[in-house]
């Protein structure tokens, strides 16, 4: 009887065991789920905006409407800058260096 009692514990730390590996499986596999997401989001917000500034352009070629120099490079200006901020601050937090993990 003394070889199950000491069978049982043993299992029983096992069980705990392979909880603790399945919840940070589960942990990671939400966190990749997560950046698959936020990924698809930022490409799709990206894409809508430059359209926008597509279509923008080509009216005001097209109709002929008069937009002052500035705001035009205003626009292109922010477009450009979103494009390359926007996809950098995301990717920074979703993927931390190393170091950064620790603390």
């Not at 514990?9 to 499986?25: F, G, I, M, R, S």
């Not at 409407?65 to 937090?93: C, G, H, Q, R, W």
Request: neutral net charge; hydrophobic residues 50%.
């Amino acid at each position: 009887m003394s070889k199950e009692i000491k069978i049982k514990p043993q299992q029983e730390e096992n069980e705990k065991d392979n909880d603790l590996v399945n919840l940070a499986h589960q942990d990671k596999q939400a966190d990749i789920d997560l950046k698959k997401m936020y990924g698809k989001v930022i490409l799709i917000v990206l894409s809508a905006w430059v359209a926008f500034v597509i279509a923008f352009s080509i009216v005001l070629v097209c109709r002929g409407y008069e937009v002052s120099d500035l705001v035009f490079i205003v626009l292109l200006t922010t477009t450009t800058a979103n494009m390359l901020a926007l996809p950098a601050i995301v990717l920074k937090y979703l993927f931390p260096h190393k170091n950064q993990l620790n603390k």
